[in-house]
């Protein structure tokens, strides 16, 4: 009936005794929760619960390091935070639409900074001078001059 190996069944033990989750079991062994849930009551241990002394968060991210608590006083984990937050944030594209019109003299009412600089980079290829690049962008003449610097920035670096 038992078609785990001694080498899981091990395993499995160990870290239930280290005080890891079932959940964390499954991922580390490859066995289900209900299996690691299974052997937790064979040995008669508590069933899990995160707390600040738990080996690891329910995703695996060690604890104490990334044990934190809102103002609430509720547990959180820091890297879990940073994940949903990296996951959210998303750079607004520029629109290549307006980064042609840009350069061809006819930009639209609003530019962002990332479409302006990117259609004065175009123009920069053409060898235009910065005062000619600023009419066709409708900017000031420093803009081109700071874009151009930045722009060789990133070459350089
Ligand atoms: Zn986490």
Redesign the pocket.
Known sequence: MNRLSADKRQQIVALLQAGHSDLGIQRRVGVSRATANRYRKQLGLPGYRTTESSPA?????PFPE?AARDNNGWLY?R??RRACARARYQPAQPDEIAIVRAVAGDPPDRLTPRERTAAIVRLEVRSLSARVIAERVHCNPRTVHRARSESREVVAA
């Open positions: 968060c329910r995703h695996g991210h990334n984990c890297e879990c």
